[in-house]
């Protein structure tokens, strides 16, 4: 089993950065890579970003891609995400995940354990 737990989120100004971290506890080994979704209310939970752990491959979402960036710290099982630029739309619950079954996945589906969720709000 692993535990995840994100934290940094909470309100920020339109243009304004935040942190997210997300750490990683249990049997953490065979985890190949952790990402980040997010889903605002009446909308479905939407990949955000992604890193491998093996290569420190990084994929984005295109509507987040060059001002948020993926990054992680093997030794303390720990990924971020730095969120700059932040827009109203960016505004939602962050999901941290992690994937036992691939080293690049972009599909819910393609995770098997998920934090339990952090807010970001934007404001105008």
């Known amino acids: 089993q692993v535990v995840l737990v994100e934290s940094g989120g909470g309100l920020v100004q339109a243009g304004g950065s935040l942190r997210l971290s997300c750490a990683a506890s249990?049997?953490?080994?065979?985890?190949?890579?952790m990402g980040w979704f997010r889903q605002a209310p009446g909308k479905e939970r939407e990949f955000v970003a992604a890193?491998?752990?093996?290569?420190?491959?990084?994929a984005y979402e295109d509507s987040v891609k060059g001002r948020f960036a993926i990054s992680g710290d093997n030794a303390k099982k720990t990924v971020y995400l730095q969120m700059n630029t932040l827009k109203f739309e960016d505004a939602a619950v962050y999901y941290c995940?992690?994937?036992?079954?691939?080293?690049?996945?972009?599909?819910?589906?393609?995770?098997?354990?998920w934090g339990q969720g952090t807010q970001v709000t934007v404001s105008s």
């Open positions: 249990g049997n953490t080994f065979g985890m190949y890579a």
């Open positions: 890193i491998t752990w093996s290569d420190g491959f990084t």
């Open positions: 995940a992690a994937s036992a079954r691939s080293k690049y996945p972009r599909m819910p589906v393609e995770y098997d354990f």
